[in-house]
């Protein structure tokens, strides 16, 4: 959005220790200027932080959603509107929305991984394929793909993370279409067995 070269605006009106108060920091933000970005970030991030992790129960996926959030503040700081609420109202509700969105992708990668898994483990493993479908959560699933060789974990994120096919991952990877099968069905036997020692 563009600004205007001499936006009109009231007068900062400082805290009780002197900062800016973050509704003018905010509006800094949206003409541009990093060093209002660099002391707004000090006060937010935190929060922002916090209250990710308290919806996302991960702490990594909690610093993704902060950094998102971080990035949304500095390129939409020019929506904010002063008359509408507090700039950490509109902060914390932008983090609020952005860390649900990332527990509900998660639980779709969770149950895409899942389902998959039923389909591919074979009729042996059908009795722990069902016990997977029941108790997998996703800290539980990226925990147990750092558990993987590289060339599996590449394929089985291509395949799931990714929705490619089993030919497309193939081709991606430059690899015969049986070694790509083999490479996603040996990820997923040893998904299986991590789960199930963790469990």
Same mark, same amino acid.
Request: glycine share 6%; proline share 5%; charged share 30%.
């Given at each position: ?53 308290? #919806? *996302?129960? =991960?702490?990594?996926?909690? %610093?993704?959603? &902060?950094?998102? @959030? ?5 390129? !939409? ?49 059908? #009795? *722990?394929? =069902?016990?997977?479908?029941? %108790?997998?959560? &996703?800290?539980? @699933? ?5 558990? !993987? ?51």
């Amino acid at each position: 959005m563009d600004l205007p070269s001499e936006p009109t605006r009231s007068p900062h009106v400082a805290e009780p220790d002197g900062e800016m108060r973050p509704e003018d920091l905010l509006l800094e933000v949206a003409r541009g200027s990093d060093a209002a970005f660099e002391q707004l970030y000090t006060r937010i991030a935190g929060p922002i932080f916090g209250l990710a992790l308290r #919806v *996302v129960r =991960d702490h990594d996926l909690a %610093q993704d959603v &902060a950094q998102e @959030v971080l990035g949304e503040v500095w390129r !939409l700081a020019a929506r904010f509107d002063p008359a509408r609420g507090t700039a950490m109202g509109w902060i914390l509700t932008m983090a609020h929305r952005r860390a649900v969105d990332r527990v509900r992708r998660e639980e779709v990668r969770t149950a895409t991984i899942t389902k998959e898994a039923a389909t591919w483990v074979t009729t042996d493993h059908d #009795v *722990v394929v =069902d016990q997977m479908e029941r %108790q997998w959560d &996703a800290a539980l @699933v990226r925990r147990a793909l750092g558990t !993987l060789t590289p060339t599996q974990r590449e394929a089985i994120e291509l395949a799931y993370y990714r929705g490619y096919t089993h030919q497309q991952v193939s081709t991606v990877l430059d690899i015969p279409l049986g070694t790509a099968k083999t490479r996603i069905r040996d990820g997923l036997i040893r998904l299986r067995d991590v789960v199930g020692v963790e469990k």
